[in-house]
């Protein structure tokens, strides 16, 4: 199975918030994470919103392009294998659809690199 990933254009920033009342989710790229012990934001930078606790700006995403079906196993193992393997720290976002794979920008074209090189394509 050959994967495509689609490199998605903005800067993107990873923050604790303290609260939900800022959040914006009209905006076309938002993932939030409510758990007992936190709340969690990725966001484009331009799109941060003011109040957050804690926050690292600077990752850059690709999405696993397609709808990837539950049964499907190792998409993810995969890929932060190759990653890993090469000293590259990834964030991953996983949603009903499929998964987006994080990467600090410093480290992105050398992890387009690498995954290029194990037969990963980018759109």
């Not at 903005?10 to 758990?35: G, H, N, W």
Request: with cysteine.
């Amino acid at each position: 199975m050959q994967i495509k990933l689609h490199v998605l254009e903005q800067p993107l920033a990873v923050c604790r918030l303290k609260d939900i009342s800022q959040l914006d989710t009209s905006k076309e790229f938002l993932y939030f994470c409510k758990t007992d012990q936190e709340l969690s934001l990725v966001c484009p930078e331009k799109d941060l919103p003011s109040d957050t606790l804690m926050c690292e700006k600077g990752w850059r995403g690709m999405r696993i392009e397609g709808m990837l079906d539950f049964s499907l196993i190792g998409i993810i193992s995969k890929l932060s294998g190759i990653l890993a393997d090469n000293s590259i720290g990834i964030f991953v976002i996983s949603t009903y659809n499929t998964d987006y794979i994080l990467v600090k920008e410093e480290q992105f074209f050398a992890a387009k690199k690498v995954l290029s090189e194990k037969g990963y394509i980018f759109d």
